[in-house]
């Protein structure tokens, strides 16, 4: 008789004897709440902090009963799969956290200052004791800025795409890919840096007696320079997406390449270039530090994108931040709220225009 | 219309050379002026332009998609020759010195405080966040329910829309008191740790930075991942799931190593994001130009933050010291960045997702 055997043979062939065991919800909650109350009479005990070192503690002690009484009951591999599920989902609710402060925040801190006089007025003349002042010409600054910065990449991204996808073969087409996806990792600031060496200090002195100018167009060119390869990459994915027979089709009618891509190809990549499109505008329209380094930021209502110096939203808020005035905060987070608004209804239009898209993997 | 007047006339006039012309499947590379007019085509047949719409749409592209090669360059060039007269200028040596005087008679600056910083905050952002970001990567590619994974996977992609000055903001007004009473707790318990030691003041320090920038690249890190691991081939979780593998022991034996090449590339891209973040570190770290492993004294700073900080007072020479340290920040992200597309490129199939 071996081992085995003679250990099976008190054993009866209940359900219950050949099924695994399994750990009861009751047995987990009880880990879970032994766990709690430990760590509390611990730390509160010692008294060595207050109750977020109860709740983390308690989660470590709730993770190491876990495995031991998992253990004991369903083996060594079943708790081992129950303590990293615990882990998983920990890291989640543990990243929901800061994600809701910051909501919570915006909201609770940016409604004070959310009135008429926010929106239709500027810096101009608000000293550091006047309560009012608002961000009508920052506003304006990121429309244009942003508007501008749209204007000269979607063109040229768009036409990259088309090289890519079209066009492109061999070697030089695999090195633009490479370093589109490179470009998309360039920092906002060396961007902004590098339209302030080219544009602001060498091109734009040639336009005003020497003097380098600061202008809303330099952001717009900066902004441009950070949206291009997002939008290169989008509608580059997008324009693959189209079906070959569709172009096949139009040569067999006799229709030239080019308009092929403009008549066929690209109308029908249409609403996913759009999103791509409206992702990078909600990308750059957040963007601080290249607008900071090249349109230098100012308090007036400043129409003229090509002369002088605008601020926009994002600065607004960055220099509002930096203000000492007991009023700059109520202002800084309005403005971000005005901010956040404006770019996630931006991602979430474009999020929801992209499901209706008929062309998906 | 170059050499196509009107579709009508092609049709009824083309000869094979006409046909062979149109009827090449999408871009096989040929390019129309290396078309040779048909023999006896008629006299219906246009004359070959020298410049026609097809060349003249095909090089308007082409100028297009070498534009990013000549941005890359542009960005280099015009970095250094703004960089060179400022380092000349420098009385110090650029690359081991730490304050920055740059607007003096005597300029002296040095980027050795600035880059042990950037690289300081970045990595501990890094080792905060990735663990976190894999987790949700998992539970939102194997664990929760579709009914779940879809509405989570898309607020996480919303979080990394929000722009960074609101994180800066927030990190400043709002987060900067847990992580000072954190501090002091440390401090008072683990000051043994030199990482924890000092006496004060806590707060603005190199730890709320990167806390802060570690909710930053938390999204990227994580949508990255996710995509990875969605891909992974069914027939190998399947498998392992057959041979008994439990569900964690499934995804570490099928999952985790399919995907390791691209969550290498997802973190050098979270790592890219983080070491050219401006906006938040300038609202967050204390600003002192020192080397110090200490990572909960008021203190910390960064290039990118010292560009945005410093530029307002900045003379010429203070810019040109600004735009070379902007030029070592641009070469350390290329690196970076070179270094994780190569990875994704190395394996054809993350290549079309990995945004």
Redesign the interface.
């Known amino acids: 008789m071996s081992l085995l055997d003679r250990e099976l043979s008190g054993v009866v062939m209940t359900p219950d004897n050949i099924r695994t065991k399994k750990l009861s919800l009751v047995a987990n909650l009880g880990v879970a709440v032994a766990a709690l109350l430990v760590s509390a009479a611990l730390v509160l005990g010692l008294g060595i902090g207050n109750w977020v070192l109860v709740v983390v503690l308690g989660w470590a002690l709730y993770l190491v009963g876990l495995l031991y009484v998992a253990g004991r009951v369903e083996g060594r591999r079943a708790a081992r799969n129950r303590a990293w599920k615990s882990l998983i989902y920990s890291a989640c609710i543990l990243a929901i956290l800061p994600l809701a402060s910051v909501v919570w925040t915006l909201v609770s801190k940016g409604v004070g200052r959310l009135d008429g006089d926010f929106f239709g007025t500027s810096m101009n003349n608000i000293g550091a004791r006047d309560q009012n002042g608002g961000a009508y010409h920052a506003i304006i600054g990121t429309l244009e800025q942003v508007g501008i910065a749209a204007l000269i990449a979607v063109p040229l991204g768009v036409l990259g795409a088309i090289y890519l996808v079209e066009y492109g073969r061999g070697k030089f087409a695999g090195t633009v890919r490479f370093f589109v996806d490179v470009m998309t990792g360039i920092p906002s600031i060396v961007a902004g840096l590098f339209i302030l060496s080219f544009w602001v200090l060498i091109v734009s002195p040639w336009f005003n007696d020497g003097q380098p100018r600061f202008s809303g167009f330099a952001a717009s060119l900066a902004l441009s320079v950070l949206m291009l390869p997002t939008i290169v990459r989008s509608t580059e994915e997008m324009l693959r997406l189209v079906p070959g027979p569709l172009r096949e089709g139009a040569y067999a009618l006799g229709v030239p390449q080019w308009k092929t891509i403009l008549k066929i190809v690209v109308p029908t990549a249409l609403p996913g270039i759009v999103t791509g499109v409206m992702l990078a505008i909600a990308r750059a329209a957040g963007e601080t530090a290249p607008v900071l380094l090249v349109a230098g930021g100012a308090a007036a209502i400043n129409f003229d994108p090509f002369n002088g110096n605008q601020s926009s939203l994002a600065l607004y808020v960055y220099q509002q931040a930096g203000d000492a005035s007991k009023y700059a905060p109520a202002r800084a987070w309005t403005a971000a709220l005005t901010l956040v608004t404006i770019v996630l209804i931006l991602t979430i239009a474009a999020k929801m225009l992209a499901r209706r898209n008929s062309l998906t993997r | 219309m170059g050499d196509?007047p009107s579709?009508s006339t092609?049709?009824t006039a083309?000869g094979s050379g006409v046909t062979g012309r149109?009827?090449?499947?999408?871009?096989t590379?040929v390019s129309p002026s290396s078309y040779e007019p048909p023999i006896g085509g008629g006299d219906g047949l246009p004359k070959k332009a020298r410049f026609s719409?097809?060349s003249?749409?095909?090089g308007?592209?082409?100028?297009?998609?070498?534009?990013?090669?000549v941005?890359?360059v542009?960005?280099a060039i015009?970095?250094i020759?703004?960089a060179v007269p400022a380092l000349r200028a420098d009385t110090v040596n650029f690359l081991s010195y730490k304050q920055w005087f740059p607007n003096d008679t005597d300029p002296k600056f040095g980027i050795a405080a600035l880059a042990f910083g950037t690289v300081l905050s970045s990595v501990i952002a890094l080792i905060v966040a990735v663990?976190?970001?894999?987790?949700?990567a998992?539970?939102l590619s194997h664990?929760a329910p579709k009914r779940l994974a879809n509405p989570?996977g898309?607020?996480?992609?919303?979080?990394a829309?929000?722009?960074?000055?609101?994180?800066?903001?927030?990190g400043?007004?709002?987060?900067m008191e847990?992580v000072r009473d954190f501090s002091v707790?440390l401090n008072k318990?683990f000051s043994w740790i030199p990482l924890f030691g000092g006496d004060g003041p806590f707060g603005r320090s190199i730890l709320l930075g990167s806390l802060v920038l570690a909710?930053m690249v938390?999204p990227i890190v994580?949508s990255l991942s996710r995509e990875v691991f969605q891909q992974t081939p069914g027939m190998n979780e399947e498998a392992a799931l057959a041979l008994g593998a439990?569900?964690?022991?499934m995804?570490r034996t099928a999952v985790l190593p399919y995907g390791k090449p691209g969550v290498i590339a997802a973190v050098m891209?979270g790592l890219?994001?983080a070491?050219?973040?401006?906006?938040a570190l300038?609202?967050t770290l204390g600003t002192v130009f020192a080397i110090s492993f200490n990572v909960i004294e008021n203190g910390g700073n960064s290039i990118?933050a010292n560009?945005?900080n410093t530029?307002g007072e900045a003379n010429a020479t203070g810019?040109g010291a600004?735009?070379a340290s902007?030029l070592v920040?641009?070469a350390i992200?290329?690196v970076?960045?070179?270094a994780?597309?190569a990875i994704?490129?190395r394996r054809r199939e993350f290549r079309?997702s990995a945004?």
């Open positions: 196509y579709s092609d049709a083309g149109h009827a090449r499947s999408a871009g590379g719409m097809e003249g749409f095909r308007l592209s082409t100028a297009a998609g070498a534009m990013v090669l941005i890359i542009a960005i015009f970095l020759s703004k663990p976190i970001a894999l987790g949700i998992l539970f664990y989570l898309f607020v996480i992609d919303l979080l829309a929000v722009p960074s000055v609101v994180f800066g903001l927030w400043r007004d709002v987060f847990p707790w318990y909710i938390l994580t439990t569900k964690w022991e995804i891209l890219g994001r070491l050219g973040e401006t906006i300038a609202l990118a560009i945005a530029f810019r600004l735009i902007g920040l641009f992200t290329l970076v960045n070179m994780a597309r994704i490129y079309d945004a």
